[in-house]
């Protein structure tokens, strides 16, 4: 009865347990100095350990409830840990709890932190990202408003402007249509609804034909394009044959785009470890380096009125990061302004 007494969680009962051992104690020593013939200096003896014994029994109990009442709310803290640590509550509230609580608090406080920065990072990138969003689906959709209106008004008659403003308005929603479908791609990457084929293939021939396909496009702004580092001997690789031409395509058009007229795209292919080191090199206008952090966010552009002049949609470099990241790879950038842009990225060897 008395432990449960203790154990109810009112620290009340403790003051009256103090209360009654201390007039408990009171009484005890007044008995003694009546009816026993006890010099003065042994009843402060007495007296004195009395007060010592009360001072540690009183701390033990005190000791006492602060544990057990720690210990019940650390059990319950721990009872909705064990989804994540399979550890028994016994292991979580034995020993020093309330250096381990303390310790508990600061990693939970710590953890919160990085929680609230990587929510409020994401909302800002979210805000970001609606907005370029509806800036980019915005241009194009007024520009196909104004043809649109324009033949409506009366040009639909003129054999001389119609089929201009159709043509023009069919490029609009092409390049509509291409913004959706990168967005669809990388939406499908992100949540792995679009799964890697891996296949062994000759990465050098890879790189042969996406030179072939972007020759045209080179050759309007007279940009060669060079493999280096190569021999003739095959050069196998694991990977998503498909979505690694869609990384190439989207590299070299970028060196083409943003390149420097009548100058060189450079492919260059270096053993590294157990994997291949591929570079794309330009020697075109360059980024500032405040840019470069931010070069693979989507809609990001380093300069919007050559980006409009250019065209693009602003999504190939995202798409390529998901892809070389969705292969257990890293692609990264280095750049200086007047010099040129190096893109880098690694691909496993096939054995």
Known sequence: MFKNFLNTGNPENLSWVFTLITCFSLIINCLLFYFIDLSLAIWIVILISEIICIYFLFKKLIVRFIYDKIRLIYKNIATKRLGDDK?????????????????????????????????????????????????????????????????????????????????????????????????????????????????????????????????????????QMIIQNHTSVPVYVLADKDKLRQVLINLIDNSIKYGRQSGKTFIKIYYFEQNLLIEVEDNGIGIDEKHLQRIFERFYRVDKSRSREVGGTGLGLAIVKHIIEAHDQHINVRSKVGVGTTFTFTLPLAN
């Open 87 to 223: 550890q028994p509550i016994q292991e979580w509230v034995k020993g020093d709890v309330l250096n381990r609580v303390q310790q508990d608090v600061e990693r939970w406080i710590e953890l919160k932190n990085l929680e609230i920065a990587t929510l409020k990072e994401l909302e800002n990138f979210r805000k970001d990202f609606l907005a370029n969003v509806s800036h980019e689906l915005k241009t194009p959709l007024t520009t196909l408003q104004g043809y649109v209106d324009t033949l409506i008004d009366g040009a639909v008659a003129d054999p001389d402007v119609n089929m201009k403003y159709l043509q023009r308005s069919s490029f609009t929603i092409e390049r509509m249509i291409t913004m959706v479908e990168d967005l669809e791609t990388i939406t499908k990457l992100e949540q792995n609804t679009d799964p890697l084929y891996i296949t062994k293939f000759d990465f050098i021939a890879l790189v042969k034909e996406v030179i072939d396909i972007m020759e045209l496009k080179a050759n309007t702004r007279n940009i």
